[in-house]
């Protein structure tokens, strides 16, 4: 996937090639301003508010409790960026995109990712101090600290919009009453609806498997998947006391009943076992570990497998070299993301396959992912 500038006319094509359009100017004031209007129209309820039916400014302001005038500029701004779409003369109504990934009446929406983004913005302003001493912000350790989304201590009451359609809906937690780890969680089961069916389809699970752990999946979207794939796996989803408790009733409505259940725990001191398991699940986990830790975890993790197990590990890689930083943008975007924020990041392909050789696991061909353009499932087999 490609990031960045994209000309609508061929003399917008002509101009850019030409290198003619101040790009910088479009990927930062154009971007922050797009990505915070897209935030703040998701909080707010706009799209809460337009799921029934179209609407004009007057009526969308009184269902998110905001002020008419500013709020009529706001649904233009997200209809010249294509969120909504005209309805008459007055009214907006929702994109064919906003309705399925941005209102809560849809199974595919992601509106929690994107509440979540309020707490991400706070995490990428560490960047500067990160590249000038290397000291990463420790993004775990500010979950389980002081809220730090804008207004997310203030009662839900006091705050403008809690009366808006869906806020009362049962089970629903707005980002305004939920604390860090509750936001995180929310926002990764958000985020693995966009490729939980791939991840479902496409992990390779041995043949007579009964028993799968998965690390770090609190939400237990992917277990769910590949416990709906395959009727006589059963799982446990090892994740932090924090994320457990947060995650909880994600992993219960999920509706497996005893087949899917959590184990608290940090994983580095917990027992796995010895050849108990047949397949361990690790998605986006190793980006957040250093080397060492990463080398250590594909040990203990080849012991705890059963002859012919798996060691599954999805996440998002590194460019080995500048020249793949150029196509693979995405994973050189993100690489620095999470060493910012957790201190470790991304790695190559090549580093992957290296941890589970010599772990002791025979590495298969990568998988790579559709639904999320430079994820790939990197898979260790432990010997027969």
Not at 198 to 222: C, K, N, S, Y
Not at 253 to 266: E, M
Not at 301 to 307: D, E, M, S, V, W
Request: glycine share 10%; aromatic share 6%; proline share 7%.
């Amino acid at each position: 996937m490609r990031i960045g500038t994209i000309a609508e006319s061929p003399l917008e094509w002509l101009a850019l090639a030409a290198g003619r359009i101040p790009t910088p100017l479009v990927d930062t004031h154009l971007a922050f301003a797009w990505a915070r209007t897209l935030m703040v129209a998701t909080r707010l309820g706009v799209f809460e508010a337009l799921t029934p039916g179209p609407g004009d400014a007057t009526a969308v302001a009184a269902s998110c409790g905001t002020a008419p005038e500013p709020t009529h500029r706001l649904l233009d701004a997200l209809t010249g960026m294509g969120y909504l779409v005209p309805s008459g003369d007055r009214d907006y109504a929702l994109s064919r995109s906003s309705r399925r990934w941005l209102s809560r009446a849809s199974p595919d929406e992601v509106v929690d990712k994107v509440l979540f983004s309020f707490d991400e913005w706070r995490f990428v302003e560490h960047y500067e101090r990160f590249v000038s001493t290397g000291e990463a912000l420790g993004m775990h350790d500010r979950l389980a600290g002081p809220d730090v989304v804008d207004g997310a201590d203030r009662p839900a009451a006091d705050r403008p919009g809690s009366d808006r359609p869906g806020s009362d809906r049962p089970g629903a937690v707005t980002e305004a009453g939920a604390g860090g780890w509750e936001r995180y969680q929310r926002g990764l089961h958000a985020l693995s609806k966009v490729s939980a069916a791939e991840v479902g389809r496409r992990t390779p699970v041995p043949r007579g498997a009964t028993v799968l752990l998965d690390i770090g999946g609190a939400h237990g979207r992917f277990a769910a998947a590949l416990l709906r794939r395959h009727p006589a796996l059963r799982a446990t989803v090892l994740d932090l006391p924090d994320a457990v408790s947060a995650s909880a009733p994600l992993l219960s409505a999920h509706g497996l009943g005893d087949r899917l259940r959590h184990q608290r725990g940090d994983v580095f001191e917990t027992d796995l076992g010895d050849g108990v398991w047949d397949v361990v699940f690790v998605s986006q986990l190793t980006h957040h570990l250093t080397d060492a830790a990463n080398r250590d975890l594909a040990s203990r993790i080849t012991r705890a497998l059963r002859p012919g197990g798996v060691y599954v590990i999805q996440d998002l890689v590194r460019p080995a070299t500048p020249r793949e930083a150029r196509r693979a943008r995405l994973g050189a975007l993100l690489d620095l993301y999470f060493a910012a924020t957790s201190g470790a990041g991304t790695v190559t392909l090549g580093t992957l396959r290296a941890w589970q050789a010599d772990a002791g696991l025979l590495p298969r061909r990568p998988v790579w992912m559709r639904t999320l353009p430079g994820m790939v499932q990197q898979v260790g087999v432990r010997p027969t």
